[in-house]
């Protein structure tokens, strides 16, 4: 489970196929070692200087959660299966790109952005971007599936990042990016044309879930149904 808040961009060193995976290998910006602190408070506990990132660890790459295979020193390998690489933008990766990376979640941490699986629904693609001073906006078309998903001043998580949507236009999602946002996470590097990872809000597919396979939507004319008390005690709400 993850955030959206980024802990640091890493930079690519290499993407080459081994078999039926792609290994990636990501250098952090500062010194990692094997072994897993004790109660380090987190503000000193970035992916680099984290001396607990340990093999087995998740790590969310660019908004895709993927496990932590090898690492030495600054360096961190994980593997790409080929449904990751396909699915997502992780398999155009190439040397020297910035990535936003971020640990999973602990139980003690704040909840800085809002809750993020590392699973992405879909590749979006930037097809506007407005600048006004150091604010700016990106229009981002996303895909058609998280549409049902998506309201205004909601939450959506774009290459990993948290973030609140400004407004819906036609098949357009807006969000607004504050100059930190940008200054240290890959967004600086973006323009039109860009594919992002797209993951919509997790309790929103819940809900959607719950309200699409429920009877009552589908019988809402029906006394029966009705949304009252007796309909609330009935399916196990009230007690």
Known sequence: MFTGIIDEVGTVIDVHQKGEVIQLRIKTASTSRDGRPGDEDRSEDNIGGRSGDRIGDSICIN??????????????????????????????????????????????????????????DGIGYIRKLQRSGQHYLLGVEAPESVSCYLVEKGSIALDGISLTIASLEKNLVWVSIIPHTAEVTSLKEKKTGDKVNVEADLLAKYIHRILTSHPLPQSASSKENSLGREFLAKHGFLS
Request: hydrophobic share 40%; net charge negative; with cysteine.
């Open 63 to 120: 908004g895709v959660c993927l496990t932590v295979v090898s690492l030495a020193d600054r360096l961190l390998k994980f593997d790409l299966s080929r449904e990751t690489a396909e699915t997502t933008t992780l398999g155009d990766l190439r040397a020297q790109d910035q990535v936003n990376m971020e640990r999973a979640l602990r139980l003690s941490d704040r909840l800085g952005g809002h809750f993020l699986s590392g699973h992405v």
